[in-house]
């Protein structure tokens, strides 16, 4: 052990020196230990050391286990194990941390995050939450998706990339939330119900990069599984890395292993689409032309087989000319024949029918009627001029014609009495009385209202 001079406040060191002198302290006094605690933070870089914090409620040990020491380990090392790491404290002194060289594991039983996902796996599972019965079909072709997610992570940077390099020109709208931490879970369950009742979009996206068990704790959360399997619009979850699962992904419509591995599920390739419409379009083309070949093929066998279409339709024209011809012929003939033979017949019917007769008596008929007919006209012209005279004299006493030069006819109106008495003079009518004035054109219906009466 490299002890410090008593001094030491008066001596200045180097940085190196300082951490050097920690180092052989550390090292001096935690040569062998064994420390109990929580596996997170696992990485494995490509020099094949694996890398983690061992934990527990009060803190954190960053630890190292070399590649060589891996081959005596019971089992690989995952976040969430609860185990007893052997080995030394050191110091890594470009940085300045301190860290425990691991030489070998002791597993005894997963952490208290691993049971408690453990324990709500299987207790939602019973429930059917997981069953892929319930789980609803997402949209191919995808318009307008909400993203949960925290606007500040590097994975919805690469989710957006994927979009655009897709060239699909769907509507992105960012729900921010946070995605760790106390009050993350509900906070995310609050913005699937929201999205659902106020936004109109056909998916929805939980996205968050990947982390630690308890980074991602939230997306373990009762609540948050509850409000996905509620949700009415489909749900992708696209949580951490490929190796990372959560209650969230067992409960959505689909997972992703990561957040682009979603932005390339969920966004068709546009240029894909592009080409494959255009490779189609080839092929029906072809497909047309080659239809139209075979159909000209077609087409020509049969006009071999059949021959000159038009010399055979002008033969058979030329044909039907001439039975035509012929026909019309026989029948003028047959007519003819035939009218000859009903003239004879005629001539011998129209010598010995009493027609002849008959039109005689009807040319006599005919004279004597018209002979009636004159003499009733002069006897009823007649009449008339007689009429005429009498009307011309029975007009010129009529008192319609008094009438038309103004002249009025008053009747005096009685009741229960057959037929109204003419009013000669004022003494036959009383005020209040009923009256009718005849006109020439009509009649007036009237009162009496005052009689006055004019002496001689």
């Not at 892929?132 to 919805?156: D, E, H, N, W, Y």
């Not at 002069?378 to 007689?386: D, I, N, P, V």
Request: aromatic content about 8%; overall charge positive; hydrophobic content about 40%.
């Amino acid at each position: 052990m490299t002890l410090l001079p008593e001094s030491a406040g008066a001596v200045i060191f180097t940085v190196s020196q300082i951490s050097r002198s920690i180092r052989n302290l550390l090292e001096g006094e935690f040569c062998f230990v064994r420390v109990s605690g929580e596996i997170s933070n696992l990485s494995r870089p490509y020099s094949g050391h694996s890398y983690f914090t061992l934990k527990d409620a009060g803190a954190q040990l960053r630890s190292v286990l070399f590649k060589g020491q891996q081959r005596y380990l019971a089992k690989e090392l995952r976040d969430g194990q609860q185990v007893v790491c052997h080995g030394r404290i050191s110091v890594y002194e470009p940085r300045g941390d301190y860290q425990l060289i691991v030489d070998s594991i002791d597993f005894h039983g997963a952490g208290l995050l691993q049971l408690q996902f453990e324990a709500l796996k299987k207790r939602l599972a019973d429930e059917g939450l997981f069953e892929a019965g319930r789980k609803k079909t997402l949209p191919k072709f995808p318009r307008k998706i909400v993203v949960v997610t925290s606007p500040s992570g590097a994975a919805i940077h690469d989710f957006l990339k994927i979009w655009k390099n897709r060239g699909w020109g769907a509507r992105i709208q960012i729900f921010p939330v946070r995605v760790q931490g106390t009050g993350a879970a509900e906070e995310i369950a609050e913005a699937i119900v929201r999205v659902n009742a106020h936004f109109d979009a056909e998916l929805i996206v939980l996205c968050r990069g990947g982390g630690s068990l308890e980074d991602l704790w939230a997306f373990n959360e009762e609540c948050l599984a509850r409000a996905i399997v509620a949700s009415t619009i489909p749900i992708v979850s696209a949580i951490g890395h490929e190796v990372d699962f959560t209650i969230a992904d067992f409960c959505a419509d689909l997972r992703a292993p990561t957040p682009t591995g979603a932005a390339e599920q969920i966004f068709p390739d546009a240029f894909f689409w592009q080409q494959q419409v255009f490779s189609c379009k080839q092929q029906l083309i072809r497909l047309i032309f080659h239809t139209l070949d075979d159909y000209s093929r077609q087409v020509m066998q049969n006009r071999r087989l059949l021959g000159n279409l038009d010399m055979t339709l002008s033969h058979l024209s030329l044909q039907v000319d001439h039975a035509s011809s012929r026909s019309m012929h026989c029948m003028e003939r047959a007519l003819q024949r035939q009218s000859f033979k009903l003239a004879q017949i005629s001539a011998r019917f129209q010598s010995q029918s009493p027609l002849t007769r008959l039109t005689l008596q009807a040319q006599q008929l005919h004279h004597i009627s018209q002979t009636m007919i004159q003499r009733m006209q002069g006897l009823l012209y007649r009449k008339s001029a007689t009429f005429s005279v009498h009307a011309a004299r029975l007009e010129s006493v009529s008192p319609l014609a008094t009438l038309a030069r103004g002249y009025a006819i008053v009747r005096k109106k009685k009741e229960g009495r057959k037929g109204d008495e003419i009013v000669m003079t004022s003494s036959q009518v009383n005020a209040g009385d009923q009256i009718e004035v005849l006109l020439h054109d009509g009649s007036l219906e009237c009162e009496v209202s005052t009689v006055r009466t004019i002496r001689g």
